[in-house]
């Protein structure tokens, strides 16, 4: 039996967005606190009316430049959600979410 090789050539191209906050004032975070969309500014520090709905690819969370766990936080179109996660952080402290669309291109 002679051997077959097959060659698979995929190719993923993905969009990067983000999205920045300086919080204004100290927010206690608690299971279910929300941060809407509007209150962040986007890559070119125009005002952000909503968030990307990422079908294809996932959001990061940065809070003062540390990638917080997938399962901490949820993202929706207009707001950031935080999940089962208490704390405080305070008034100056950056959160960052990078919306990471992925595309396979034929």
Known sequence: MALSLININVNVTGTSTRFFNVLAAPLVI???TTVAATSFLDDSGTA???????????YNLYINGVLQEGDSYTIT???LTFNTVTGNLSAG??????AVELVTLT
């Open 93 to 98: 402290t950056p959160l960052v979410i990078e």
């Open 30 to 32: 608690a299971d279910g």
């Open 48 to 58: 952000a009316a909503s968030f990307p709905v990422v079908t294809n690819g996932y």
């Open 77 to 79: 179109a207009t707001e």
